[in-house]
């Protein structure tokens, strides 16, 4: 009789710890893989959250119930970046998705197999210290390209404004992709006979008095796709406004906080590819290092209404409104 019992109680046992594992994870019941995603973003504003929502988006549309996004934000710290990005090595995410040049630099650091896909990034050569760049990275990193086209952008200025001589080109010195953008528009900008100079900040704490600087000298001032400025573009603002000096922004976000006009890319719609990337990744076997790096499909030449008016620019008929 005790040996019966001690047999049913050892039946009960084993099937009380099945039922345990069963419901741990109930979506695995199908069979379908869980994919388990880090999202690595620098800070919130305006772009990089689109860009983010853009991926999430990407991944319900393409793994629906298959995946696991676990979102870190590192407000604006390069060592919370190297921090989280370890943290996601060290839980061995399936896939790490790096939003702005920070996050990717200290994604490429943490790990050389999990793949990443980056977004928000202007130059992927630029910021991997990749030379001579062909397009794609030869690593366990691929993504989408934010780059706007920055001769067009160099062009707008003289379009919007023709009697400008001087340009500043305002940027934190810490974003290398926003040096790279400055050189770029620099080089547009000395071609079609404008004087050009760079006013670079370290951080914040300095932004203010650069700007007055750049407001000084300059006739316009050029603020590139750059997450400091995005973070701050009220500051900008402030100061361009009272010393009557117009800005022309590298995208949207800026421009609505501090600018007058762009041409500007959805950072939804990058984001969105990143995570269409990311499917490629996950489930065909797609290999990052051979992935062509991609861009926005489209531009669209933008108007912030408010510092416009305050302005006096009349704008060609192709400028839409920023909301």
């Avoid at 009789?1 to 001690?6: A, C, I, P, R, V």
């Amino acid at each position: 009789m005790k040996k019966l019992l001690s047999l049913l109680l050892a039946l009960l046992l084993s099937v009380s710890l099945f039922g345990c594992s069963s419901s741990e994870e109930p979506q695995e019941e199908s069979g379908e893989k869980i994919y388990n995603i880090g999202v690595l973003q620098l800070i919130q504003h305006v772009a990089l959250d689109a860009a983010t929502d853009g991926f999430i988006r990407a991944l319900d549309d393409k793994l629906p119930g298959q995946y696991r996004v676990h979102v870190q934000n590192a407000s604006g710290d390069a060592n919370n970046c190297n921090t989280i990005a370890n943290q996601f090595v060290n839980e061995n995410v399936d896939l790490i998705m790096a939003n702005a040049t920070p996050a990717l630099q200290a994604s490429a650091s943490a790990t050389s197999s999990i793949p990443i896909v980056g977004v928000s990034i202007s130059h992927y050569g630029t910021a991997l210290d990749i030379s001579p760049w062909n397009g794609t990275t030869g690593k366990n990193i691929t993504g989408v390209s934010d780059l706007a086209p920055l001769d067009q952008q160099a062009a707008q200025i003289l379009e919007i404004f023709p009697d400008t001589k001087s340009v500043g080109i305002l940027y934190c010195s810490a974003e290398a992709n926003s040096d790279y953008q400055a050189t770029v528009v620099e080089e547009s900008l000395k071609a079609l006979g404008v004087s050009v100079k760079r006013f670079t900040f370290s951080d914040s704490n300095d932004l203010a008095a650069v700007t007055q600087s750049a407001c000084d000298e300059s006739d316009v001032i050029y603020v590139p796709t750059d997450n400091t400025c995005a973070s701050f573009a009220e500051t900008i603002n402030n100061v361009t406004l009272n010393a009557n000096t117009p800005v022309v922004a590298g995208e949207e976000g800026i421009c609505k906080s501090c600018g007058c006009v762009t041409i500007s890319i959805s950072y939804d719609t990058i984001g969105y590819q990143a995570g269409l990337m990311a499917y490629e990744i996950l489930v065909n076997g797609a290999d990052p290092a051979t992935m062509e790096i991609q861009f926005a499909p489209e531009y669209t030449k933008k108007y912030n209404p408010a510092n416009c008016e305050k302005y006096g620019i009349t704008l060609p008929e192709d400028y839409v409104p920023i909301d």
